[in-house]
């Protein structure tokens, strides 16, 4: 799967489920969990949905701000495996 491709689909879960307006203008580089948009509930169902669409394993130790803050983050905590 490609970046593109992970980014769509954590983009897709992110705005219909956790913040649930799919019209959002989310950016690559913004600040979820910083910008209080999700919080530390909404972390948590993200690290399982993450681990269950993308097949890896999200210790809870990188269930952080300074991890998964951004969708630039998380696709790259994606892609690390």
């Keep these: 799967m490609t970046p593109t491709e992970i980014r769509q689909i954590i983009r897709d879960f992110l705005l219909n489920e956790l913040i649930r307006d799919e019209s959002y203008p989310l950016k690559d580089d913004e600040g979820i969990i910083s910008g ?43 892609l690390q495996g």
């Design 36 to 78: 209080g948009m999700m919080d530390s509930f909404a972390l948590a169902e993200l690290g399982v949905f993450v681990e269950e669409a993308f097949d890896v394993y999200i210790p809870d130790a990188d269930l952080t701000v300074d991890k998964m803050d951004t969708l630039d983050l998380m696709v790259a905590r994606v």
